[in-house]
């Protein structure tokens, strides 16, 4: 094969990556990328089921709406089975009622004779996942097919790849990556723990922690406070509490709006907090995660009591105690790039 064939096996091959590259990343993924539209509950995973038939269940014994109920499960015949299976599990028996409450209005009879499994057809996430290994496979496929091409086109001028000038084949071979799962798995480290109590009378109450690493560098902070109350000034009923994390390496502060049970269904309240963070439903053993680039702190509510004056139901905190477990990502993340992410944002 000559020198002249060889180019133009090259182009070619170069040409069809190119193409291929074209038509995959610009057209298939940002011109005419695929859209999913008209997905119900019934097509969620089953975790994110449960998240949503559990706050379903909690919106309905707060306020009793049985066409709301109707409205949100129509269109899934199968609901009664994944309730009731959720009932199954639960050791709360006043969850357990609920539940039964939510059955009852879908099929008519609750819990009884339901044998509370989900067919194995609701799982959709297995069938993606096996198309995107499929997808996967094939790509990386095609790819050693054309890695395998242009070296056919280099032994057939008598060459090789090209090294580094001065480096012998030993160095070459030094270079290549380990492969193996210890060259890609992330790990995380426990850097600290911290606990803090609130209780009624503590007007004033705004819990702060440095998150240091082994070698006392720091690292970022994370702490409670005060978010909203109720009622009379002194003292303060608190029916919200914030949790945040700050990390260096971030140039946002992530919070979390931590709501009694009577703020997190008054819809006034919720708009009114919903600029300061994500809102969370307190409950006992609840753990709150917030994750930044290089950190991650779960906050557990190991003890939570409502007061009991002349206000709502379980609207204001008694005494409210959190555990804050501080992690660190391990990796060089440096400093933080602020004006990459500005110019990131100011993209948009």
Not at 134 to 154: E, P
Not at 161 to 172: H, K, N
Not at 253 to 272: L, P, R
Not at 311 to 334: C, D, H, M
Request: glycine fraction near 10%; charged fraction near 20%; include cysteine.
């Amino acid at each position: 094969m000559d020198s002249k064939s060889n180019r133009y096996i090259l182009v070619a091959i170069v040409a069809f990556i190119i193409g291929w590259a074209i038509g995959l990343f610009i057209f298939g993924w940002i011109i005419w990328p695929v859209e999913y539209t008209g997905a119900g509950p019934q097509d969620l995973t089953d975790q994110h089921q449960q998240i949503y038939l559990t706050a379903l269940a909690d919106l309905y014994a707060f306020d009793n709406n049985i066409g709301r109920v109707q409205q949100a499960l129509a269109g899934w015949p199968e609901a009664d089975q994944a309730i009731c299976s959720m009932a199954n599990q639960t050791t709360d028996p006043a969850e357990a009622a609920r539940f039964n409450a939510l059955a009852a209005i879908h099929n008519g009879t609750g819990c009884t004779g339901v044998s509370g499994t989900v067919p194995a057809e609701e799982d959709n996430g297995g069938g993606r996942g096996l198309g995107y290994f499929a997808l996967i496979c094939g790509l990386l496929a095609l790819l050693l097919v054309v890695v395998a091409a242009i070296l056919m086109v280099l032994r057939g001028r008598g060459g090789e790849p090209p090294r580094p000038s001065g480096e012998s084949v030993s160095e070459s071979v030094a270079r290549v990556p380990v492969s193996g799962a210890e060259s890609v798995e992330e790990h995380i480290t426990a850097i600290a723990r911290f606990q803090t109590t609130f209780v009624r009378g503590n007007d004033t109450y705004d819990e702060s922690f440095s998150i240091e690493n082994e070698d006392g560098d720091f690292l970022g902070e994370c702490g409670v406070g005060l978010s909203e109350t109720i009622g009379t000034d002194t003292p303060k009923n608190v029916t919200a509490f914030e949790v945040w994390l700050f990390d260096k390496n971030d140039i946002r502060t992530v919070t979390k709006v931590v709501m009694s049970d009577h703020a997190f269904f008054d819809e006034a309240i919720k708009a009114k907090l919903a600029p300061k963070g994500e809102p969370v439903l307190a409950r006992p053993n609840e753990t709150i995660a917030l994750e930044t680039a290089s950190l991650i702190v779960n906050a557990e509510i190991i003890e939570l009591e409502y007061g009991s004056e002349n206000l709502p139901p379980q609207s204001f905190f008694e005494r409210y105690t959190v555990e804050l477990s501080a992690w660190a990502k391990e990796g060089n993340f440096g400093e933080p790039d602020v004006q990459g992410r500005v110019d990131d944002m100011l993209e948009f």
